[in-house]
């Protein structure tokens, strides 16, 4: 693996905007000067995270997280360093000519063994799938418009009777006890035997891409249930995947939309009309660490559940949900009460493709379908029609839009809201408890480190007095802090708070550097009366402890000689004292 130069780093980082950056993974808005968005590193669902924009880095108020784009990056991504520079460069479009070799995501062992099982058994049915006994659905599939192209990208393949493919799965070495951690048999009075059997599966991975069940499907029209799904395991829990999310997120990213489907067969339904951006909720449960995915690539939701009164009520469901992770939602309006899959195979491919394109807002879906579940011409339930609706409205970010869906409500119920809108409650921050928190400077000694660390990232020729006149910091973490710009400066005229975070090496002195940046206290420009004001006071703060030790020695003394040696030195410390 190369190694990267330090001047290339900070270039990509100096032509790189934080901004820009982070916007690609998460929503940000602009307040003031700087940018706040949902901090993606802790339960947050109020803004919380800052973005410096003269600074060029960013700060979870409530968690503590920061750091610089890189920090972002490897954070958000689960990356190293290195790896983290490449995809800032990628992201920016910059030139990158260095080898950072494959990135492989740490893997828990135990899980490691699930995974290949589970690409074990992709591979066996895969192969299944093109065999004599795999024909007939084979033959379903191509009649369902599924090509070889498909059928490869997206794994498909066919679980035989018989048990083959736990017999397969014995003769590759897996051990039974990992074979059913997987899920892909279970333990009967007969032994294990196959749970998809008769099935073409089609597998379930990941957000990282990692294979962690199935949900397989019935092709005749036999009792068995026509679906059935991995049930939970150590890599399997529904509600926190969402089917094709390893595949989706980078086009959604791209494309700024991301559409959410009901089942796989209706995101292989998006795949044929040339919808590359389709993922699935398995069902119509959706959960909040499926919207938490979705938040992540930063795109607009098209939600296209079915048309029945099922996928409507989920529609409606997942709304509500997605509001309070801060989701731009819009629903496909699908009046044919059928799913993706089924217009395709009822209509064709360019009704879907038209379908799809045609979207009513949150808000319109919400009207619609309330409207339908309250008597309006009844008073008590239109009065609580109009107040559910004007909830939802009072959220709307967008001033036009917020008049507008007021105007409307009060067409359909008589209430005019605009003048009692229902405002959202005051944002309700949840500070996360953190390891090695840091508290506020205390006034005295503390404020003037601090002052002292906030003036040397302005100045070099702070740095320069400080060595002179003080040379260290009474407090370790605060000294190490100093200490490392003083090296900084050595090689740099200034510092950029967002390299010095390259180079730091410690958690907790870039903690500490971006606490300090933080400070409402910190000047912000170079004040070297400040500076040396600061260092006097630490000075005179560092004799007073020198006093305060040397009368709890007198105390302890009997000598009178040794008393008064001791009073001599106090003098000549108040008098050292009284020059600063």
């Not at 035989?160 to 333990?187: M, Q």
């Not at 009178?560 to 030195?569: D, F, G, L, S, T």
Request: charged share 25%; with cysteine.
């Amino acid at each position: 693996m190369a190694r990267i130069p330090e001047n290339v780093i900070n270039d990509i980082r100096n032509r790189s905007d934080i901004v820009d950056v982070i916007s690609h993974y998460i929503p940000l808005d602009k307040k003031g000067k700087n940018y706040v968005g949902v901090c993606p590193f802790h339960d947050d669902h109020d803004p919380s995270m800052s973005v410096h924009v003269d600074k060029q880095i960013y700060r979870c108020f409530a968690c503590g997280a920061g750091g610089n784009v890189f920090t972002f990056v490897q954070n958000y991504e689960n990356v190293g360093f290195v790896e983290a520079v490449k995809r800032v460069a990628n992201i920016g479009n910059l030139p990158f000519d260095y080898d950072v070799g494959i990135h492989v995501p740490k893997v828990d062992p135990e899980k490691k063994a699930l995974y290949d099982v589970l690409n074990d058994a992709i591979a066996f049915t895969s192969y299944e799938l093109k065999s004599q006994a795999g024909k007939p659905f084979y033959d379903y599939l191509k009649s369902r418009s599924i090509n070889d192209a498909m059928l490869e990208k997206f794994q498909i393949g066919f679980n035989p009777s018989e048990d083959k493919l736990y017999h397969f799965l014995h003769a590759k070495k897996h051990s039974d006890e990992d074979i059913l951690k997987t899920g892909v048999v279970r333990l009967t009075q007969q032994g294990l035997r196959d749970v998809f059997y008769n099935r073409f599966m089609i597998p379930i991975h990941d957000s990282y891409g990692n294979p962690v069940g199935f949900t397989a499907r019935i092709i005749d029209q036999s009792s068995d249930a026509k679906y059935i799904n991995t049930s939970d395991t150590p890599v399997y829990s529904k509600g926190n995947l969402l089917f094709n999310y390893h595949r989706a997120k980078d086009e959604a990213r791209k494309q700024g939309m991301i559409y959410v489907v009901e089942g796989a067969m209706d995101v292989l339904a998006l795949e044929k009309a040339g919808i590359v951006n389709g993922v699935a909720t398995l069902g119509t449960a959706a959960t909040d660490s499926q919207c938490k995915l979705i938040r992540y690539t930063n795109a607009k939701v098209y939600l296209f559940y079915d048309g029945d009164k099922a996928g409507q009520e989920a529609t409606y469901k997942f709304g509500l949900i997605s509001q309070k992770q801060g989701l731009q939602v819009e629903v496909v309006k699908n009046d044919l009460g059928l799913d993706p899959d089924e217009i395709i195979e009822t209509y064709g491919i360019e009704e879907l493709q038209r379908i799809s394109k045609n979207t009513i807002s949150w808000i319109e879906f919400m009207m619609n379908y309330l409207a339908k579940k309250f008597n309006l011409a009844n008073y008590s339930e239109k009065k609580e029609y109009a107040k559910l609706v004007g909830e939802q409205i009072a959220k709307l970010k967008d001033d036009f839009e917020k008049e507008n869906y007021f105007k409307v409500l009060q067409e359909r119920s008589g209430f005019d809201l605009r003048m009692n809108e229902v405002q959202p409650q005051a944002p309700t921050q949840t500070f996360v408890q953190q390891t090695n928190t840091l508290r506020k400077p205390q006034p005295g000694i503390d404020v003037a480190q601090y002052h002292i660390l906030s003036q040397l990232l302005l100045a070099k020729q702070a740095g320069e007095i400080f060595r002179h006149e003080l040379g260290f910091l009474p407090t370790d973490a605060y000294n190490h802090l100093a200490l490392a710009m003083i090296n900084h400066y050595r090689t740099h005229d200034s510092i950029e708070v967002a390299d010095l975070l390259n180079v730091l090496e410690e958690q907790d002195m870039k903690k500490l550097l971006l606490h300090v940046v933080d400070w409402n206290l910190a000047y912000e420009e170079y004040s070297e009366e400040l500076l040396r004001d600061s260092i006097k006071k630490i000075k005179k703060c560092m004799v007073d402890e020198k006093i305060k030790n040397l009368r709890q020695q007198a105390t302890e003394l009997s000598d009178p000689k040794q008393k008064a040696n001791i009073a001599v030195e106090i003098a000549k410390l108040q008098r050292e004292k009284g020059d600063y």
